[in-house]
């Protein structure tokens, strides 16, 4: 720069000779800027990128729970196996947590079923060599009674049955059939069962008797009523055919049944057994309770596993 007379002394540049404003992004060499020059706290949210921060700019053991949303810490990222007895509150677990292959019966005890949904199932504990395997009971029209996945060959041979069942319309029988443990019905004419009995009806009485003899089910009861207290109660002894035993008889059945229609004096008492001589394998099996030409319009049962050994 040309001048006239002396040479102008030299001065350094300060901030004031700047004016406000003038010195633009471009002006500032790139990386130019270190930590130094940044004041505290003058870096805020906006000046943050959406998705800047990674795990690798968070210190260990920095971030606490007033920094989670509440509700945000969903299944997903809680580790299979991390939730340990520590982290669960004392009286936190009911019932209704727990994978239980049955309903809760007052006075019954949290049994370990192996074979059962869960491994865990409700049974009376009322003795030794009886365990509860199911019970339900209903008043609500329904098609069939069905007791499923029941028969356990390792652990029962006999079962108990205990039942209550009621038609929606008179004049039809009931009638059973044994399943297979994928809850298939043991079809074909396999089914044989022989009833014989009493019935008194006011002054008179008179002889009963019926059978099936190679039919597609067993005949429990026969020609039922349908108002209330016409429901049959039926005491039912269970072997069910197992294909690891022996010898291989089949499914044989042993039961009693009786009902009364008190208004008309009625009293009804059949006593029958029967056999299902397929090779069909029950294990893990069960049955189900139905009438040929209505609904069952109430039922109730209990089942019982019978903890002796085959002898044979």
């Given at each position: 720069?040309?001048?006239?007379?002396?040479q102008?002394?030299?001065?350094?540049?300060?901030?004031?000779?700047?004016?406000?404003?003038?010195?633009?992004?471009?002006?500032?060499?790139?990386?130019?800027?270190?930590?130094?020059?940044?004041?505290s706290?003058?870096?805020?949210?906006?000046?943050?990128?959406?998705?800047?921060?990674?795990?690798?700019?968070?210190?260990?053991?920095?971030?606490?729970?007033?920094?989670?949303?509440?509700?945000?810490?969903?299944?997903?990222?809680?580790?299979?196996a991390?939730?340990?007895?520590?982290?669960?509150?004392?009286?936190?677990?009911?019932?209704?947590?727990?994978?239980?292959?049955?309903?809760?019966?007052?006075?019954?005890?949290?049994?370990?079923?192996?074979?059962?949904?869960?491994?865990?199932?409700?049974?009376?504990?009322?003795?030794?060599?009886?365990?509860?395997?199911?019970?339900a009971?209903?008043?609500?029209?329904?098609?069939?009674?069905?007791?499923?996945g029941?028969?356990?060959?390792?652990?029962?041979?006999?079962?108990?049955?205990?039942?209550?069942?009621?038609?929606?319309?008179?004049n039809?029988?009931?009638?059973?059939?044994?399943?297979?443990?994928?809850?298939?019905?043991?079809?074909?004419?396999?089914?044989?069962?022989?009833?014989?009995?009493?019935?008194?009806?006011?002054?008179?009485?008179?002889?009963?008797?019926?059978?099936?003899?190679?039919?597609?089910?067993?005949?429990?009861?026969?020609?039922?009523?349908?108002?209330?207290?016409?429901?049959?109660?039926?005491?039912?002894?269970?072997?069910?055919?197992?294909?690891?035993?022996?010898?291989?008889?089949?499914?044989?059945?042993?039961?009693?049944?009786g009902?009364?229609?008190?208004?008309?004096?009625?009293?009804s008492?059949?006593?029958?057994?029967?056999?299902?001589?397929?090779?069909?394998?029950?294990?893990?099996?069960?049955?189900?309770?139905?009438?040929?030409?209505?609904?069952?319009?109430?039922?109730?049962?209990?089942?019982?596993?019978?903890?002796?050994?085959?002898?044979?």
């Amino acid at each position: 720069m040309a001048y006239i007379g002396k040479q102008p002394r030299k001065a350094a540049l300060t901030a004031s000779d700047i004016e406000d404003g003038i010195i633009t992004a471009a002006k500032i060499e790139d990386g130019a800027v270190v930590a130094a020059e940044i004041a505290s706290n003058a870096v805020t949210t906006a000046k943050i990128n959406a998705d800047a921060v990674t795990s690798a700019k968070i210190a260990d053991n920095a971030v606490n729970s007033e920094h989670y949303t509440d509700g945000s810490i969903d299944t997903a990222h809680i580790a299979d196996a991390n939730v340990t007895q520590g982290k669960i509150a004392d009286q936190a677990i009911n019932e209704a947590k727990m994978q239980i292959s049955n309903s809760p019966t007052n006075g019954y005890a949290l049994t370990a079923q192996s074979g059962n949904t869960g491994g865990m199932t409700w049974a009376s504990v009322g003795g030794a060599n009886y365990v509860n395997l199911a019970n339900a009971q209903s008043t609500t029209d329904v098609s069939e009674i069905a007791i499923n996945g029941v028969f356990n060959h390792s652990l029962y041979k006999f079962y108990k049955l205990f039942l209550y069942i009621l038609p929606s319309a008179s004049n039809n029988t009931a009638q059973m059939q044994v399943r297979d443990s994928s809850n298939n019905n043991v079809t074909g004419n396999k089914y044989k069962s022989i009833a014989g009995g009493k019935t008194i009806y006011g002054s008179g009485q008179g002889d009963i008797a019926f059978d099936r003899w190679d039919g597609t089910y067993f005949m429990i009861v026969q020609n039922q009523k349908a108002s209330a207290p016409d429901g049959a109660f039926i005491d039912m002894t269970l072997r069910p055919y197992f294909s690891a035993d022996s010898p291989s008889a089949g499914t044989w059945i042993n039961w009693s049944v009786g009902y009364t229609r008190h208004t008309n004096e009625l009293w009804s008492q059949a006593n029958g057994t029967g056999n299902e001589d397929s090779t069909t394998n029950l294990s893990g099996g069960g049955m189900r309770f139905y009438y040929g030409g209505c609904d069952v319009s109430e039922y109730q049962y209990n089942l019982y596993g019978v903890k002796y050994a085959w002898v044979r």
